[in-house]
């Protein structure tokens, strides 16, 4: 969370940012109560839905914060095509890569402007630490978010930074054991006898 309002912070009062309309609690809670609250306008939008993405941009629209895929409903946004939305106005693109990390998505690479992460997840892996990171390639980014973090104090201390960099040497490891678990775990539902198939949910429109 200390990610998280770190890299909302580069938004001022009286901007819009545009927010996958299903996503972790913890962030809902953040962005339609502390933040509304000093200004910063959140709009819930389905990002799955690029026209109405197009729709939903306006003259104070600053940012697209987008998680894929999200805690708990797994949807995917597709971050390639939402970068490119938001490249043609100029919005800070940020998405929240916890659930897949960088072992199975690189947003960044995608035209994504910064990834925060949960490391108390996946990253650590040991469940040991509560911590988080914010990652981007822009300079100019990198910058603010390092002034940021230094006023708000929203950096991680050594000891927990090192418990981390311990975990993350094993993230390949882990998250292809996760993966080939999951995977086990999904065929055997799917061939179960008991188990149905849910009709998909439909898109919601943003103009709906
Ligand atoms: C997708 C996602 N992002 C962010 C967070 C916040 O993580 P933390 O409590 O480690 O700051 C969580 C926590 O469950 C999460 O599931």
Redesign the pocket.
């Known amino acids: ?4 309002l770190t890299a909302l912070m580069l938004f001022d009062a009286g901007d819009t940012v545009l927010v996958q309309r299903d ?2 609690g ?2 809902y809670r953040l962005i339609s109560s502390v933040l509304a609250g000093k200004g910063i306008r959140a709009e819930f939008v389905d990002l799955r839905d690029l026209d109405g993405l197009r729709r939903s941009i306006n003259g104070t629209t600053k940012g697209i914060w987008i ?1 894929t895929p999200t ?1 708990p409903l797994m949807n995917l946004v597709e971050l390639r095509a939402v970068a490119a939305v938001a490249q043609e106005d100029g919005l800070i693109t940020i998405c ?1 890569n ?2 897949l990390s960088p072992y199975f998505q690189r947003p960044l690479e995608l035209g994504i402007d910064l990834v ?1 992460h ?4 996946y990253i650590n892996g040991h469940s040991d630490v ?3 990171a914010v990652m981007t390639s822009s300079a100019e980014l990198g910058e603010r978010v390092g002034y940021l973090q230094n006023a708000l104090g929203t950096c991680a201390a050594p000891a927990d930074c090192s418990m981390v960099l311990r975990g993350i040497r094993t993230l390949a490891l882990r998250m292809e054991e996760h993966d080939r678990n999951a995977l086990a775990i999904a065929h055997w539902l799917e061939a179960h006898a008991r188990v149905v198939r849910a009709a998909p949910r439909p898109r919601v429109s943003s103009a709906a």
């Open positions: 969370m200390a990610a998280e996503l972790y913890g962030t998680e805690n929240d916890t659930f925060v949960s490391t108390t997840k509560v911590g988080d």
